[in-house]
């Protein structure tokens, strides 16, 4: 009769902490050093942050000034320049709606229900058509507003949801090109792509911005505005067309060769066999390339736009909150670690969800 040994029970969690943390003398020491300098840290932050800090406007910038903490009243008293910029006081209704139908577009978009391409498209036509008409009014009694004053949050995701509205299935038709059995076409696919991928994005912005108009008649020129966005949907596009290549590399030849000899036709064997594979395993640097895209929103302040950064700086540029600029920058560093936790976490989920990386 053979004899079985049992395997040695797992180390419990107190056990564990101890190998990492105390396993020598100069190991432990080290460990409660560091403990004892971030709850200093964490300490000093709640203090000013929390504790000492001053949170109503009714004080004015005087009671900040003497009080030891964060002046959080700058947000209460400024938070409609932030989140809405030059944006008319009277129709800033209008601004906070659209923010909200952009929030619900997305969300809409994230749920499995509606992930067909006729409710994917319904939802972001319906949800960008109702944000355009909310921000320039002209319709529905609502009154007319120019490009020119919108700004502010509002703003920045209407960049960023346009950007990729046009940019992603650019990146698609670029990747497909590039993919051509012709030479010619995928040759200058790969140096269009290349080209735009190797200019900074700041340069792309000020050359649609500004210099374009002037080698393009006035009819075609357009606003500005969507020349920037046009411009920055270009870059976005460079880069995703890469990752759906790669995306598209990383499925079996032999897919595809099965489905020839299925009597698919090339559209039929990209859209159902080639495609939803790509996508699955290119979803990690995706996911990653909306939150640069997101984050990317804030250069546009360079050629004139008043997004929310912009927005923020206007907020404290006053002379009585100027002290008051770390406060603005925090508010506005929430802001996008919002969006942005919201983007990775989604990714996080979509990869469970997927099995991305499993095989």
Not at 263 to 290: D, H
């Amino acid at each position: 009769m053979e004899m079985v040994i049992a395997a040695p029970p797992a180390p419990g969690r107190l056990e564990d902490l101890k190998r990492r943390f105390f396993a020598t003398p100069f190991q432990a020491l080290l460990s409660l050093i560091s403990l004892a300098i971030m709850v200093f840290i964490v300490w000093k932050l709640l203090n000013w942050a929390v504790f000492s800090a001053v949170f109503t406007a009714t004080g004015g910038p005087e009671a900040c000034q003497a009080a030891a903490g964060a002046c959080w009243s700058v947000i209460a008293a400024r938070w409609r320049i932030i989140l809405f910029g030059l944006y008319p006081f009277e129709e800033q209704w209008r601004s906070a709606l659209a923010c909200v139908a952009v929030v619900v577009m997305t969300v809409l978009s994230c749920i499995p229900a509606f992930w067909t391409g006729r409710r994917i498209a319904l939802v972001w036509g319906a949800g960008t058509g109702l944000y355009y008409v909310l921000m320039k009014g002209g319709l529905l009694g609502l009154p007319y507003v120019g490009e020119e004053a919108w700004g502010g949050l509002a703003l920045t995701l209407f960049i960023f949801v346009t950007t990729c509205l046009i940019g992603f299935p650019l990146a698609i038709c670029l990747a497909l090109l590039r993919r051509s059995d012709l030479p010619w076409i995928s040759r200058t696919t790969g140096l269009i792509i290349d080209g735009v991928r190797s200019l900074p994005l700041i340069s792309i912005l000020f050359t649609f911005a500004i210099v374009l108009p002037f080698a393009l008649p006035q009819w075609l020129a357009g606003d500005k505005l969507y020349r920037v966005i046009l411009g920055s949907a270009l870059f976005f596009s460079a880069y995703q067309a890469e990752i759906v290549r790669g995306g598209m590399q990383g499925v079996p030849s032999g897919q595809e060769e099965a489905a020839m000899a299925l009597g698919m036709s090339y559209w039929q064997r990209i859209g159902r066999i080639v495609l939803p594979q790509a996508m699955r395993n290119a979803l990690p640097a995706t996911i990653n390339q909306f939150v640069v895209a997101f984050k990317e929103t804030s250069l546009v302040v360079i050629v004139g736009f008043f997004e929310i950064l912009a927005s923020g700086n206007a907020a404290y540029g006053t002379g009585e909150w100027r002290f008051a600029y770390v406060e603005v920058y925090a508010f506005i560093a929430l802001i996008y670690f919002v969006f942005v936790f919201s983007l990775s976490r989604y990714g996080a989920y979509l990869e469970r969800r997927m099995s991305v990386g499993e095989r």
